[in-house]
């Protein structure tokens, strides 16, 4: 990826996965933390997705008045935005319609877009349903693969967009 937080963002959330792989591993799957472990996967995985998405469309304001980088930067970088397919969507649709249209062209390219996307799909439900007092029921080795499907999504955007 050419922005670099968001790709620092990416490489710290894959280094954490790694490690709580390991924890996982060496306490075994069923061990009493997992469910735990899992939960803050969710959120750090989402989280992740969430922040790239917003920055790498909040960083496209370079040279432009301040009124345009605060109005981007309050719409985007400082709100709060599940990173869905729908949200990315209506996000490109206010800077250019061509955008959404050539981001779903690009997706639908990708060898297993619909895996994918669904992917960010049961990233964003199983955040949802843990912030709102649910018990999501997915894997932590789901989790890291719905997390490296959704970083393909995050570079379809950022080609896209560039």
């Known amino acids: 990826m050419k922005n670099i937080s968001a790709q620092e963002r990416i490489d710290d959330c894959l280094q954490e996965l790694e490690k709580i792989h390991h924890m996982i ?3 075994g799957k069923t061990s009493n933390p997992v469910p ?4 803050y996967a969710i959120i750090k995985a989402c989280g992740t997705i969430e922040f790239c998405f917003k920055t790498v469309l909040a960083d496209i ?3 432009q008045s301040q009124q345009v980088k605060n109005y981007i930067d309050e719409t985007f970088r400082r709100s709060s935005i599940n990173p869905s397919k729908a949200n990315i969507c209506k996000s490109l649709e ?3 319609v061509a955008w ?3 981001f779903k062209k690009e997706l639908g390219k990708l060898a297993n877009n619909q895996r994918i996307e669904q992917s960010l799909d049961s990233l964003n439900n199983a955040r949802n349903q843990f912030a709102h007092g649910g018990h999501p029921g ?6 890291r693969t719905y997390f490296t499907d959704s970083v393909f999504i995050i570079e379809v955007l950022e080609k896209v967009i560039t």
Do not use: P, Q, S, V
């Open 25 to 27: 591993e060496g306490m």
């Open 36 to 39: 735990f472990l899992t939960k």
């Open 61 to 63: 304001h370079t040279g």
């Open 94 to 96: 206010k800077f250019d």
């Open 100 to 102: 959404n249209a050539k």
């Open 138 to 143: 997915t894997t932590f080795d789901n989790i």
